[in-house]
């Protein structure tokens, strides 16, 4: 069974807008961590944002914002504001209990248009 | 600030050569990820080291090696390349190990090296 599931291929979004990109994920543990990484055309992973299962609050950074539903088993990321700069691939990833590789999802494609 | 370094950044090999990939973590950092990512496909996890020792093991084949020397820089030798071995591969570094604060949870990707067998 997929560990990270993103069920969004592509994205549009107008510049300025707020969207949301959809993360679920699987896991027994009661430890994870969960991130939210940029893919741009050029090829490198930025890391964006962080989610520890036992934050209670939902993670922000800037114009990042994850909202996290523990019970939902979801950590969706909105990019409030939308910028040109922010077409991108977005990868969503979990690190379950004391292992440490990362599990990525398929990645969903924003494309925002002026 | 100093982010992960990879070298060589593009690299084109024949099948059934060998070719080495290199990664220097952040400063201070002493665990170290690899991951191969095909062609519109997503990052897997191939192999991590953890001050010097393996610490945890993916789909990395037997064709692959790595390690991690004193200065905390990773090697991933790849030796009898083939088609399938087209793809770009990250390294990652993160301080300590998984499953602490978010300072040592999180990993941080080098550009990659992009791997190229014909």
């Known amino acids: 069974a997929q560990k990270i599931t993103q069920t969004q291929p592509g994205m549009f979004v107008q510049e300025k807008e707020a969207v949301t990109l959809d993360c679920t994920y699987d896991?027994?543990?009661?430890?994870?961590?969960l991130f939210w990484y940029k893919q741009p055309s050029s090829g490198e992973m930025i890391f964006l944002i962080y989610q520890g299962s036992y934050d209670e609050q939902n993670a922000t950074e800037g114009r990042y914002s994850l909202n996290f539903q523990k019970a939902r088993k979801s950590a969706n990321l909105v990019i409030s504001a939308s910028q040109l700069g922010d077409s991108a691939m977005y990868f969503c990833?979990?690190?379950?209990?004391?292992?440490?590789?990362?599990?990525f999802g398929t990645g969903t494609s924003l494309t925002v248009i002026p | 600030a100093a982010g992960v370094i990879q070298s060589p950044r593009h690299l084109i090999k024949e099948k059934r050569e060998t070719a080495t990939l290199k990664c220097y973590p952040i400063p201070r950092h002493d665990t170290v990820y690899w991951y191969q990512q095909g062609p519109g496909q997503d990052p897997q996890f191939l192999i991590s080291?953890?001050?010097?020792?393996?610490?945890d093991k993916g789909s990395i084949p037997d064709r692959f090696s790595a390690q991690q020397f004193s200065d905390y820089h990773s090697e991933l030798n790849m030796s009898s390349l083939e088609l399938g071995d087209s793809a770009l591969y990250f390294c990652?570094?993160?301080?300590?190990?998984?499953?602490?604060?978010?300072?040592?949870?999180?990993?941080?990707f080098g550009p990659g090296t992009r791997l190229t067998v014909l």
């Open positions: 896991t027994s543990d009661q430890s994870y961590g």
């Open positions: 990833a979990m690190r379950e209990g004391t292992g440490n590789q990362f599990y």
């Open positions: 080291f953890y001050e010097k020792m393996q610490s």
């Open positions: 990652a570094s993160s301080l300590g190990l998984a499953g602490g604060p978010p300072s040592t949870d999180t990993q941080y």
